[in-house]
């Protein structure tokens, strides 16, 4: 295993991401990077994305935030084709066109611990790797927990 996939494993494991039911999550974007957003004194966080030339990944392609709330979210197109961000956000989805060597600014709210996916909807983006998730930290409070029973494991 080289020493980027170590660091990738590693990282899945202390964010709790490669649990069963979680695992897939780092299997489905098994390229790119993971990154965790930075926050502010003021409780917001922030974080860039990126698309590096003739990589058609987001880098990082797992971005994770210590808890809910607003990111203020930076993406640079540095490919030499255009791309798109079609990002979550409560209440509103945010679209960006994203011409080459663009950057563009979001701000996303997502108030509630949970994977949240966003992608380059444009042409076949999403087919060739243009997609990643958002993972948000922290408990589901016991009012929204999905009232389902156990699901059997392997």
Known sequence: MTSTAQERTALLGKLGLDGQNKAALGRVLATGNIAQATERSDGRMEATVRINPDEL???PSVLVLPHGGDLELTLINDDLN????LLPSNGDRKFIWLVNHSRGR???NLDGPGYYWFSS???NDEGRGLTG???VLGEVP???RLDRPEQPRP
């Open 57 to 59: 990944v987001w880098d």
């Open 133 to 135: 998730a958002i993972v």
């Open 82 to 85: 255009t791309h798109c961000a």
């Open 121 to 123: 909807p444009t042409g």
């Open 106 to 108: 979001a701000t996303l």
């Open 142 to 144: 016991p009012e929204a």
